[in-house]
């Protein structure tokens, strides 16, 4: 027994060293991996009009401040989130009353109906590593089933290349619809040698080989965090793309909770300085 109370057994005789540690490693691991936890027994797959995925902090307080806030608890169902094993557990053991706020940094995953049609939102506050983005999708599409994606994205400003000046924040955006014009002010087509990384290229690269619809933005922002004008733009390149399709909403609320996400952005950053 440890000075912990844990139990401690021996190593095996019937497996060499180089195993047992090989083990104990692949058993960290797997700890350590982000993964989803289901909160509710999903026996079926479930069929869903679209996916919304939320991809970093800028993309999260978007979808926090233009559509989660708006929706009532009988409109949204919180279904799972992704975490590490630690992380799961501490989740487990916290306070389910915590504010909205403080909900914005989970990576939450609900079930909202609206306008008749049915959605599955993803928000990823924290991204996942390279070796955790195909797990992600493939435990995604063991529950649910969807016709069309919104990815949502942030890159740093220093990463967009283009032999035209462009002030930033800036939307751009990748889809399948080809009926997308390339003329909107707020909106423009991604175009080479600028690319989507991480969990939303192998979104789309999931979409593709599944052939299913996608339409991909990202804000190249100058910050590394939440700042006001990087998610005011991604709304404004969003609405302006999508349309009457758009199923987020600039009212008096949205610039009231734009500016309280804001407010504890700037409060917690002041920590640091």
């Not at 060293?17 to 909160?39: A, G, V």
């Not at 889809?175 to 979104?203: G, M, V």
């Not at 991604?234 to 349309?243: D, E």
Request: charged share 25%.
């Amino acid at each position: 027994m440890s000075l912990f109370g844990e139990l401690q057994f021996g190593h095996s005789r019937a497996v060499s060293d180089d195993e047992d540690d090989e083990y104990s490693q692949l058993e960290q691991d797997q700890n350590l991996k982000k993964k989803i936890y289901w909160l509710e027994n999903i026996e079926n797959k479930v069929e869903v009009d679209e996916l919304i995925l939320a991809d970093g902090p800028i993309p999260c307080a978007f979808l926090y401040v233009y559509l989660l806030n708006h929706l009532g608890d009988s409109d949204k169902r919180l279904l799972g989130l992704t975490a590490t094993n630690s992380e799961f557990k501490v989740y487990q053991n916290e306070d389910k009353t915590d504010s909205s706020l403080n909900k914005l940094r989970k990576n939450f995953i609900y079930q909202v109906t609206l306008n008749g049609k049915s959605y599955l939102i993803c928000e990823i506050f924290t991204q996942l590593k390279s070796n955790e983005f195909y797990d992600w999708l493939d435990q995604l599409w063991e529950k649910f089933e969807f016709k069309s994606s919104i990815i949502l994205s942030s890159q740093n400003k220093t990463s967009y290349f283009s032999s035209d000046s462009e002030s930033f924040p800036c939307v751009k955006f990748l889809s399948s619809n080809k009926n997308f014009k390339n003329t909107e002010i707020h909106c423009k087509r991604l175009e080479e040698p600028n690319f989507l990384q991480d969990l939303p290229a192998a979104l789309i690269q999931f979409c593709m080989l599944k052939k299913l619809e996608f339409t991909a933005f990202v804000c190249y922002s100058p910050s590394l965090n939440i700042d006001i004008q990087s998610v005011k733009e991604t709304f404004n390149g969003v609405s302006c793309l999508l349309k009457d399709n758009s199923i987020f909403t600039d009212n008096d609320l949205s610039k009231k909770t734009l500016l309280t996400v804001g407010n504890l952005v700037n409060s917690v950053s002041s920590l640091y300085m």
